[in-house]
């Protein structure tokens, strides 16, 4: 991982995750699809609902109510966090996150996970949920490394993508099959 993110700025694991503890995951984010909301753009007062650049709907994570499965999934991000820490001093120090569903139709824009106002986001972290994707069924993560090479990732169960918040572009392509994730960032101390 290291490696992968010190070369591009991105980093991939597929079947990073055990099967059974993504489909519990998938399973409760699908339990709570009533408390969704349309997802935004921008932060504070520059927060705005804007249908040309995002489709998609969240959730986001409380952290002290996780349910078990969502805190084991936690407790993978927080190794991360503290590799990253030990190897590229970022001071990685809270997090945020949130489920995201894509019904078919949606995808979100390219853009970069850092605002402009407030640049703490300094990881980003994604982790697919769905079992049997194809290429057919779209929403693939675009993302455009430290090299300006374009890959391509399948939103595939348990495969884990984290990349620089403030480096790596990236897209949700337009989706064809309601297409469920988990998005989180990990923080850097403010100065």
Known sequence: MIEA????GVFVAERA???GLIEAIRVQAEAQEHAFKRAGIGVQTGHQL???IRRDQTKWWELEELSDEEARVFARFERIKQ?????????????EGHYAIYEPGAFYR??????KKEDTRTLSIVLFLNSDWSAENGGALRLTDRGR???????????IVVFLSDQIPHEVCVTHRKRFSVAGW???REN
């Open 83 to 95: 590799i990253c820490n030990r190897e590229f001093f970022l001071g990685l120090d809270s997090f």
């Open 5 to 8: 993110i010190e070369r591009d």
């Open 149 to 159: 090479q374009v890959r391509e990732v399948l939103p595939h169960a348990g495969t």
């Open 110 to 115: 390219t853009h970069l996970d850092r605002f």
């Open 186 to 188: 990990w923080k850097r």
């Open 17 to 19: 995750i055990d099967p």
């Open 50 to 52: 804007n249908s040309e």
